[in-house]
């Protein structure tokens, strides 16, 4: 059962991210995830709850838009993402 649950989410979390600001967040029990760009709330839920055995207080979903950008004279697009703010309940931690 639990490798099946494990196959089924996956997919949701692409890789927690690591910057100055979410190390910042870190602190007060807030961790950052990119995401899938299908994924909704539940399914980060449900994925947090899977690989990290930890139950979310609640979830916060941001779409960042992708940019048009010039890079030594061309033009290009910078891509966009989707990441989750995950918040725990005091105590929890995420390794």
């Known amino acids: 059962m639990a490798t099946y649950l494990k196959a089924k989410y996956a997919n949701i979390i692409l890789r ?6 979410s190390s910042y967040l870190m602190e007060s029990n807030v961790y950052a995830f990119e995401i899938e760009k299908d994924a909704t709330k539940t399914q980060v839920i449900e994925a947090i709850k899977t690989f990290y055995d930890v139950t979310p207080v609640k979830v916060n979903i941001v779409k960042k838009p992708a ?3 010039m890079v030594k004279g061309k033009k290009g697009t910078k891509a966009g993402l989707k990441k989750a703010y995950v918040f725990l309940k005091e105590g929890d931690k995420i390794e």
């Open 16 to 21: 927690p991210r690591i910057t100055e600001k």
């Open 67 to 69: 940019k048009k950008v």
